[in-house]
T-cell receptor
Framework: DAGVIQSPRHEVTEMGQEVTLRCKPI?????LFWYRQTMMRGLELLIY????????DSGMPEDRFSAKMPNASFSTLKIQPSEPRDSAVYFC????????????FGPGTRLTVT | KQEVTQIPAALSVPEGENLVLNCSFT??????LQWFRQDPGKGLTSLLL?????REQTSGRLNASLDKSSGRSTLYIAASQPGDSATYLC??????????FGTGTRLTVIP
């Protein structure tokens, strides 16, 4: 298996622009998670899906952030409008209850908002 | 809310030494605990997962233990190698499926 795939790997954008991050989970996994990592706050869960349905979005910082999972093999995290404080590494992870929910992480997207 | 603490924040050891990394958590009602490795600029690689009913897991030179009642886990690395240099993160999973991460221990193994 190719593992969790994320794109782009790096994104540099100007404040106010829309940013879309993409994730393809491991085939057969029924949970998908979006995390953000910063030096100040470490790794934080933003939102997670089960069977394409958002279960807990309490970690989404504000209404500028939105996430979708239109099917089992694709998810997006959108920031609109972006702000410099959104600069971080965004990770996607997936897991399967059959795999005792061990989470597998993608390589991350490093976002810089200038 | 679950709080996960890792000490030390950084550790430097000579090659060949055995070492222990510590992780503590405040809420013992966990589903499992997972240890990850993160190399600079990279994603997280899962090393070991311990279910709440288990006491330890082993993989090669790595051994992770779990004492749920006291809210502690340790990661033991035997015969450390320069390639073990990375940041090690522990994460606990509650019933809600989300992971709570510690801030990590940055390990440097000196050749």
């Amino acid at each position: 298996d190719a593992g969790v795939i994320q794109s782009p790997r790096h994104e540099v954008t100007e404040m106010g622009q829309e940013v879309t991050l993409r994730c393809k989970p491991i085939s057969g996994h029924d949970y998908l998670f979006w995390y953000r990592q910063t030096m100040m706050r470490g790794l934080e869960l933003l939102i997670y899906f089960n069977n394409n349905v958002p279960i807990d979005d309490s970690g989404m910082p504000e209404d500028r952030f939105s996430a979708k999972m239109p099917n089992a093999s694709f998810s997006t995290l959108k920031i609109q409008p972006s702000e410099p404080r959104d600069s971080a590494v965004y990770f996607c992870a997936s897991s399967s209850i059959r795999g005792v929910n061990e989470q597998y992480f993608g390589p991350g997207t490093r976002l810089t908002v200038t | 809310k679950q709080e996960v603490t890792q000490i030390p924040a950084a550790l430097s050891v000579p090659e060949g030494e055995n070492l222990v990394l510590n992780c503590s958590f405040t809420d013992s009602a966990i589903y499992n605990l997972q240890w990850f490795r993160q190399d600079p600029g990279k994603g997280l690689t899962s090393l070991l997962l311990i279910q709440s009913s288990q006491r330890e897991q082993t993989s090669g030179r790595l051994n992770a233990s779990l004492d749920k009642s006291s809210g502690r886990s340790t990661l033991y690395i035997a015969a450390s190698q320069p390639g073990d240099s990375a940041t090690y993160l522990c994460a606990v999973k509650g019933g809600a499926n989300n992971l709570f991460f510690g801030t990590g221990t940055r390990l440097t193994v000196i050749p």
